[in-house]
Protein backbone atom coordinates (compact mmCIF):
# COMPACT_ATOMS: atom_id res chain seq x y z
CA UNK A 1 0.00 0.00 0.00
CA UNK A 2 1.46 3.40 -0.52
CA UNK A 3 1.55 6.21 1.15
CA UNK A 4 -1.47 7.79 -1.17
CA UNK A 5 -3.77 5.29 -0.39
CA UNK A 6 -2.93 5.28 3.76
CA UNK A 7 -4.20 8.91 3.94
CA UNK A 8 -7.32 8.33 1.55
CA UNK A 9 -10.80 7.06 3.96
CA UNK A 10 -12.12 4.02 3.52
CA UNK A 11 -14.62 4.44 0.69
CA UNK A 12 -18.13 2.44 1.29
CA UNK A 13 -18.78 -0.60 -0.93
CA UNK A 14 -19.82 0.01 -4.37
CA UNK A 15 -23.25 -1.66 -5.81
CA UNK A 16 -22.15 -0.99 -9.38
CA UNK A 17 -19.47 -4.07 -9.60
CA UNK A 18 -15.54 -3.18 -9.37
CA UNK A 19 -15.21 -1.21 -12.56
CA UNK A 20 -18.65 1.10 -12.05
CA UNK A 21 -17.22 4.84 -11.77
CA UNK A 22 -17.26 6.45 -8.37
CA UNK A 23 -19.98 9.18 -7.80
CA UNK A 24 -19.08 12.04 -5.51
CA UNK A 25 -21.16 12.43 -2.75
CA UNK A 26 -20.79 16.40 -2.04
CA UNK A 27 -23.37 18.43 -3.59
CA UNK A 28 -23.68 21.51 -5.70
CA UNK A 29 -23.94 24.50 -3.85
CA UNK A 30 -26.64 26.97 -4.45
CA UNK A 31 -26.26 31.08 -4.37
CA UNK A 32 -27.40 31.97 -1.45
CA UNK A 33 -30.76 33.95 -1.44
CA UNK A 34 -32.33 35.83 1.80
CA UNK A 35 -35.82 34.69 2.56
CA UNK A 36 -38.56 37.01 1.88
CA UNK A 37 -40.29 37.65 5.37
CA UNK A 38 -43.87 38.21 5.29
CA UNK A 39 -44.91 38.61 8.93
CA UNK A 40 -42.40 37.60 11.60
CA UNK A 41 -41.26 34.05 11.23
CA UNK A 42 -42.30 33.19 8.16
CA UNK A 43 -40.80 32.84 4.52
CA UNK A 44 -43.57 34.51 1.93
CA UNK A 45 -44.19 32.22 -1.52
CA UNK A 46 -42.69 33.16 -4.71
CA UNK A 47 -44.43 35.73 -6.22
CA UNK A 48 -46.62 33.18 -8.66
CA UNK A 49 -47.90 32.36 -5.55
CA UNK A 50 -48.66 35.08 -4.10
CA UNK A 51 -50.60 36.10 -7.17
CA UNK A 52 -52.47 32.85 -6.83
CA UNK A 53 -53.84 33.00 -3.39
CA UNK A 54 -54.91 36.55 -3.85
CA UNK A 55 -56.70 35.87 -6.35
CA UNK A 56 -58.66 32.66 -4.65
CA UNK A 57 -58.91 34.86 -1.46
CA UNK A 58 -62.11 36.69 -1.08
CA UNK A 59 -62.63 40.48 -1.46
CA UNK A 60 -61.95 42.19 1.44
CA UNK A 61 -65.12 43.90 3.70
CA UNK A 62 -65.44 47.70 2.76
CA UNK A 63 -64.54 49.88 5.11
CA UNK A 64 -67.62 51.57 6.55
CA UNK A 65 -68.21 55.60 5.86
CA UNK A 66 -67.44 58.18 8.06
CA UNK A 67 -70.49 59.62 9.28
CA UNK A 68 -70.37 63.10 9.58
CA UNK A 69 -70.60 65.20 12.65
CA UNK A 70 -73.65 66.11 13.90
CA UNK A 71 -74.41 69.87 13.34
CA UNK A 72 -73.63 71.98 16.43
CA UNK A 73 -76.76 73.07 18.50
CA UNK A 74 -77.45 76.79 18.46
CA UNK A 75 -79.27 78.89 21.63
CA UNK A 76 -81.60 80.58 18.65
CA UNK A 77 -83.01 79.89 15.13
CA UNK A 78 -85.63 82.63 13.87
CA UNK A 79 -87.74 81.11 11.12
CA UNK A 80 -89.36 83.30 8.73
CA UNK A 81 -91.66 81.99 5.86
CA UNK A 82 -92.33 84.15 3.10
CA UNK A 83 -94.17 84.35 -0.29
CA UNK A 84 -93.73 87.72 -2.49
CA UNK A 85 -92.08 89.83 -0.11
CA UNK A 86 -88.81 90.96 -2.38
CA UNK A 87 -89.18 94.71 -1.07
CA UNK A 88 -89.18 93.81 2.76
CA UNK A 89 -86.43 91.35 3.25
CA UNK A 90 -83.58 94.23 3.08
CA UNK A 91 -85.06 96.03 6.03
CA UNK A 92 -86.11 92.84 8.18
CA UNK A 93 -82.35 91.33 7.58
CA UNK A 94 -81.30 94.68 8.88
CA UNK A 95 -83.57 95.11 11.88
CA UNK A 96 -82.52 91.35 12.74
CA UNK A 97 -79.16 92.20 12.72
CA UNK A 98 -79.29 94.81 14.85
CA UNK A 99 -81.26 93.11 17.64
CA UNK A 100 -79.46 89.78 17.04
CA UNK A 101 -76.05 91.42 17.53
CA UNK A 102 -76.77 92.44 21.12
CA UNK A 103 -78.28 89.21 22.81
CA UNK A 104 -74.93 87.08 23.59
CA UNK A 105 -76.85 83.68 22.02
CA UNK A 106 -75.48 81.65 19.29
CA UNK A 107 -78.60 81.98 16.10
CA UNK A 108 -79.24 81.31 12.97
CA UNK A 109 -82.20 82.72 10.79
CA UNK A 110 -84.20 80.31 8.14
CA UNK A 111 -86.08 81.80 5.55
CA UNK A 112 -88.57 79.47 3.90
CA UNK A 113 -89.12 80.71 0.58
CA UNK A 114 -92.95 79.71 -0.37
CA UNK A 115 -92.42 79.69 -4.17
CA UNK A 116 -92.71 83.34 -4.76
CA UNK A 117 -92.61 84.40 -8.33
CA UNK A 118 -90.90 87.63 -7.21
CA UNK A 119 -87.23 88.06 -6.48
CA UNK A 120 -87.34 87.39 -2.87
CA UNK A 121 -84.72 84.45 -3.16
CA UNK A 122 -82.57 86.71 -5.21
CA UNK A 123 -82.23 88.93 -2.10
CA UNK A 124 -82.17 86.17 0.11
CA UNK A 125 -79.40 84.85 -1.48
CA UNK A 126 -77.17 87.95 -1.19
CA UNK A 127 -78.16 88.48 2.28
CA UNK A 128 -76.92 85.11 2.97
CA UNK A 129 -73.51 85.78 0.79
CA UNK A 130 -72.94 88.75 3.41
CA UNK A 131 -73.94 86.56 6.44
CA UNK A 132 -73.58 83.07 6.72
CA UNK A 133 -75.91 82.58 9.57
CA UNK A 134 -78.84 83.56 6.93
CA UNK A 135 -79.89 80.06 5.71
CA UNK A 136 -82.67 80.04 2.78
CA UNK A 137 -85.23 77.08 1.84
CA UNK A 138 -87.16 77.16 -1.25
CA UNK A 139 -90.02 75.57 -2.25
CA UNK A 140 -90.67 74.75 -6.18
CA UNK A 141 -94.68 76.13 -5.75
CA UNK A 142 -96.41 77.90 -3.23
CA UNK A 143 -97.63 75.00 -0.37
CA UNK A 144 -99.10 77.45 2.32
CA UNK A 145 -97.53 78.91 5.71
CA UNK A 146 -98.06 75.51 7.37
CA UNK A 147 -95.91 73.76 5.49
CA UNK A 148 -93.37 76.20 5.51
CA UNK A 149 -93.44 76.69 9.14
CA UNK A 150 -93.16 72.77 9.28
CA UNK A 151 -89.94 72.67 7.29
CA UNK A 152 -88.40 75.60 9.15
CA UNK A 153 -89.13 73.82 12.46
CA UNK A 154 -86.95 70.59 11.38
CA UNK A 155 -84.32 72.78 10.32
CA UNK A 156 -84.20 74.73 13.34
CA UNK A 157 -80.81 73.78 15.33
CA UNK A 158 -81.52 76.47 18.21
CA UNK A 159 -82.73 75.47 21.96
CA UNK A 160 -85.32 78.48 21.56
CA UNK A 161 -87.41 79.19 18.22
CA UNK A 162 -88.63 82.18 17.09
CA UNK A 163 -91.20 82.47 14.41
CA UNK A 164 -92.58 85.87 12.62
CA UNK A 165 -93.80 87.28 9.67
CA UNK A 166 -91.43 88.90 6.64
CA UNK A 167 -94.17 91.74 5.73
CA UNK A 168 -92.36 93.89 8.81
CA UNK A 169 -95.31 94.48 10.68
CA UNK A 170 -93.89 92.09 13.66
CA UNK A 171 -91.42 94.35 15.33
CA UNK A 172 -87.85 91.94 15.72
CA UNK A 173 -87.03 93.97 19.21
CA UNK A 174 -89.80 91.67 20.30
CA UNK A 175 -87.61 88.78 20.61
CA UNK A 176 -86.06 89.52 23.24
CA UNK A 177 -88.96 89.74 25.40
CA UNK A 178 -90.40 86.74 24.58
CA UNK A 179 -86.86 85.21 24.84
CA UNK A 180 -87.22 85.97 28.61
CA UNK A 181 -90.74 84.64 29.02
CA UNK A 182 -89.17 81.49 27.23
CA UNK A 183 -87.01 81.76 30.45
CA UNK A 184 -88.95 82.04 33.07
CA UNK A 185 -90.26 78.29 32.35
CA UNK A 186 -92.87 78.87 29.56
CA UNK A 187 -92.45 76.17 26.55
CA UNK A 188 -94.82 78.76 23.85
CA UNK A 189 -95.19 82.40 24.08
CA UNK A 190 -97.65 84.23 21.57
CA UNK A 191 -97.58 87.40 21.01
CA UNK A 192 -100.80 89.36 21.25
CA UNK A 193 -100.75 92.24 19.04
CA UNK A 194 -103.21 94.19 21.46
CA UNK A 195 -103.17 97.24 19.10
CA UNK A 196 -103.80 96.14 15.89
CA UNK A 197 -102.87 98.06 12.85
CA UNK A 198 -105.35 96.52 10.47
CA UNK A 199 -108.34 97.65 8.69
CA UNK A 200 -111.42 96.80 10.40
CA UNK A 201 -112.59 94.42 7.73
CA UNK A 202 -110.11 91.92 9.30
CA UNK A 203 -109.77 93.24 13.08
CA UNK A 204 -113.46 92.58 13.65
CA UNK A 205 -113.80 88.88 12.37
CA UNK A 206 -110.49 88.18 13.83
CA UNK A 207 -111.72 88.98 17.81
CA UNK A 208 -114.61 87.00 17.15
CA UNK A 209 -112.36 84.12 15.39
CA UNK A 210 -110.30 84.30 18.47
CA UNK A 211 -113.47 84.58 21.05
CA UNK A 212 -114.29 81.09 19.36
CA UNK A 213 -111.28 79.15 19.51
CA UNK A 214 -110.53 80.24 22.94
CA UNK A 215 -114.12 79.11 24.08
CA UNK A 216 -113.47 75.71 22.24
CA UNK A 217 -110.36 74.87 23.00
CA UNK A 218 -110.28 75.74 26.54
CA UNK A 219 -106.85 77.84 26.43
CA UNK A 220 -107.63 81.51 27.38
CA UNK A 221 -105.88 84.11 24.69
CA UNK A 222 -106.37 87.01 22.97
CA UNK A 223 -104.72 86.26 19.82
CA UNK A 224 -103.98 82.62 18.50
CA UNK A 225 -102.73 83.94 14.77
CA UNK A 226 -100.01 85.97 15.62
CA UNK A 227 -96.94 85.39 13.69
CA UNK A 228 -94.53 86.36 16.39
CA UNK A 229 -93.95 83.37 18.88
CA UNK A 230 -91.37 81.76 21.28
CA UNK A 231 -90.86 77.90 21.67
CA UNK A 232 -89.01 75.43 23.43
CA UNK A 233 -87.28 73.07 20.79
CA UNK A 234 -89.10 70.22 22.29
CA UNK A 235 -92.01 71.96 21.22
CA UNK A 236 -91.49 72.55 17.61
CA UNK A 237 -90.00 68.85 17.37
CA UNK A 238 -93.51 67.38 18.54
CA UNK A 239 -96.22 69.30 17.30
CA UNK A 240 -97.30 68.22 14.12
CA UNK A 241 -98.29 71.35 12.00
CA UNK A 242 -100.00 70.68 8.14
CA UNK A 243 -102.58 71.83 5.92
CA UNK A 244 -103.39 75.26 7.95
CA UNK A 245 -103.06 74.54 10.80
CA UNK A 246 -100.22 77.15 11.96
CA UNK A 247 -103.08 79.22 13.96
CA UNK A 248 -103.75 76.57 16.07
CA UNK A 249 -100.15 75.77 16.82
CA UNK A 250 -101.02 77.28 20.51
CA UNK A 251 -103.75 74.88 20.95
CA UNK A 252 -102.14 71.92 19.70
CA UNK A 253 -99.18 72.69 21.92
CA UNK A 254 -102.05 73.42 25.28
CA UNK A 255 -103.46 69.86 24.65
CA UNK A 256 -100.06 68.32 23.70
CA UNK A 257 -99.41 69.50 27.85
CA UNK A 258 -97.21 72.33 27.03
CA UNK A 259 -97.01 75.20 29.27
CA UNK A 260 -98.54 78.50 27.06
CA UNK A 261 -99.27 82.17 27.72
CA UNK A 262 -99.11 85.11 25.97
CA UNK A 263 -97.17 88.74 25.87
CA UNK A 264 -98.93 92.01 24.22
CA UNK A 265 -96.13 92.95 21.19
CA UNK A 266 -95.93 95.86 18.96
CA UNK A 267 -97.67 95.42 15.61
CA UNK A 268 -96.87 97.95 12.67
CA UNK A 269 -98.54 98.42 9.67
CA UNK A 270 -98.04 97.02 6.37
CA UNK A 271 -95.30 99.36 4.39
CA UNK A 272 -94.80 96.55 1.30
CA UNK A 273 -97.24 94.25 -0.89
CA UNK A 274 -100.79 93.67 0.25
CA UNK A 275 -102.53 90.67 2.60
CA UNK A 276 -101.46 87.37 1.25
CA UNK A 277 -104.83 86.31 3.41
CA UNK A 278 -108.98 86.45 2.06
CA UNK A 279 -112.10 86.44 3.93
CA UNK A 280 -112.57 82.66 2.58
CA UNK A 281 -109.50 82.00 5.44
CA UNK A 282 -111.97 82.32 8.28
CA UNK A 283 -114.64 79.43 6.87
CA UNK A 284 -111.34 77.18 6.21
CA UNK A 285 -110.28 78.62 9.84
CA UNK A 286 -113.50 77.36 11.99
CA UNK A 287 -113.19 73.92 9.74
CA UNK A 288 -109.36 73.57 11.04
CA UNK A 289 -110.67 74.20 14.28
CA UNK A 290 -113.08 71.49 14.49
CA UNK A 291 -109.91 69.07 12.77
CA UNK A 292 -107.96 70.15 15.97
CA UNK A 293 -110.25 69.49 18.39
CA UNK A 294 -111.14 66.04 17.23
CA UNK A 295 -107.60 65.06 16.81
CA UNK A 296 -106.93 66.05 19.91
CA UNK A 297 -109.61 65.61 22.18
CA UNK A 298 -111.43 62.61 20.29
CA UNK A 299 -108.44 60.90 18.41
CA UNK A 300 -107.66 57.94 20.56
CA UNK A 301 -111.78 57.26 21.37
CA UNK A 302 -113.94 58.45 18.53
CA UNK A 303 -116.88 57.07 19.54
CA UNK A 304 -116.97 59.78 22.48
CA UNK A 305 -117.42 62.21 19.83
CA UNK A 306 -120.03 60.27 17.28
CA UNK A 307 -121.59 58.65 20.18
CA UNK A 308 -122.53 61.66 22.03
CA UNK A 309 -124.15 63.16 18.40
CA UNK A 310 -125.92 60.00 17.38
CA UNK A 311 -127.21 59.52 20.63
CA UNK A 312 -128.80 63.44 20.53
CA UNK A 313 -130.69 62.33 17.21
CA UNK A 314 -131.24 59.07 18.50
CA UNK A 315 -133.25 60.61 21.67
CA UNK A 316 -134.65 63.57 19.90
CA UNK A 317 -136.31 61.25 17.19
CA UNK A 318 -137.58 58.85 19.60
CA UNK A 319 -138.72 61.58 22.10
CA UNK A 320 -141.16 62.43 19.19
CA UNK A 321 -142.64 59.68 18.20
CA UNK A 322 -143.21 58.43 21.25
CA UNK A 323 -145.16 61.52 22.36
CA UNK A 324 -146.81 61.37 18.50
CA UNK A 325 -147.85 57.91 18.99
CA UNK A 326 -149.39 58.60 23.03
CA UNK A 327 -151.60 61.16 20.92
CA UNK A 328 -152.49 58.60 18.21
CA UNK A 329 -153.58 56.72 21.14
CA UNK A 330 -155.68 58.84 22.40
CA UNK A 331 -157.46 59.18 19.53
CA UNK A 332 -156.48 63.28 19.37
CA UNK A 333 -154.59 62.83 15.88
CA UNK A 334 -153.24 60.87 12.93
CA UNK A 335 -149.26 59.95 12.47
CA UNK A 336 -149.71 58.56 8.98
CA UNK A 337 -149.95 61.92 7.38
CA UNK A 338 -147.81 64.05 10.36
CA UNK A 339 -144.04 65.10 8.50
CA UNK A 340 -143.10 65.27 12.16
CA UNK A 341 -143.39 61.49 12.57
CA UNK A 342 -140.91 60.80 9.06
CA UNK A 343 -138.83 63.53 10.76
CA UNK A 344 -138.85 61.29 14.35
CA UNK A 345 -138.18 57.97 12.66
CA UNK A 346 -134.70 59.89 10.50
CA UNK A 347 -133.29 60.90 13.31
CA UNK A 348 -133.34 57.52 14.95
CA UNK A 349 -132.12 56.65 11.44
CA UNK A 350 -129.03 59.28 11.77
CA UNK A 351 -128.26 58.87 15.48
CA UNK A 352 -127.74 54.99 14.89
CA UNK A 353 -125.52 55.52 11.78
CA UNK A 354 -123.54 57.63 14.02
CA UNK A 355 -123.35 55.59 16.76
CA UNK A 356 -122.00 52.94 14.24
CA UNK A 357 -119.30 55.33 12.55
CA UNK A 358 -117.82 55.83 16.32
CA UNK A 359 -117.82 51.70 17.00
CA UNK A 360 -115.86 51.59 13.61
CA UNK A 361 -113.73 54.55 14.55
CA UNK A 362 -112.69 52.82 17.93
CA UNK A 363 -111.88 49.18 16.23
CA UNK A 364 -109.89 51.02 13.84
CA UNK A 365 -108.11 52.96 16.64
CA UNK A 366 -107.03 49.92 18.44
CA UNK A 367 -106.29 47.96 15.68
CA UNK A 368 -103.42 50.85 14.74
CA UNK A 369 -102.23 51.94 18.10
CA UNK A 370 -102.29 48.39 20.48
CA UNK A 371 -99.29 50.83 22.13
CA UNK A 372 -100.35 54.38 23.44
CA UNK A 373 -97.82 57.12 22.54
CA UNK A 374 -97.97 60.20 25.17
CA UNK A 375 -96.31 63.16 25.45
CA UNK A 376 -93.36 62.55 28.00
CA UNK A 377 -91.50 65.31 29.70
CA UNK A 378 -89.07 63.99 31.95
CA UNK A 379 -87.91 60.26 32.49
CA UNK A 380 -86.08 59.53 35.66
CA UNK A 381 -84.44 55.87 35.38
Not at 45 to 50: D, I, K
Not at 66 to 74: D, V
Not at 121 to 145: D, E, M, S
Amino acid sequence: MTQEDEQQPPQPPSHRGEGAPRRSFHRRRRPHRPPTQGTTGETAAAPETQAAVKAAAPAAAPQPLRQHAQPRSLDLSVVIPLFNEEQSIEDLVRQLRDVLSTIRMSYEVIFVDDGSSDGSFNVLRRAHQQNPRIKVIRFRRNYGKSAALSVGFKSARGAIVITMDADLQDDPREIPNLIRRIREGYDLVSGWKKKRRDPITRTIPSKFFNFVTSLMSGLKLHDFNCGLKAYRSAVVKEVRVYGELHRYIPALAHFSGFRVTEVPVEHRPRKFGKSKFGAGRFIRGFLDLLTVLFTTRYFRRPLHFFGAVGSLFALAGLVINVWLSILKLLGETSISNRPLFLVGILLIVVGVQFVSIGLLGEMITKAQHSEEEYSIRETIM
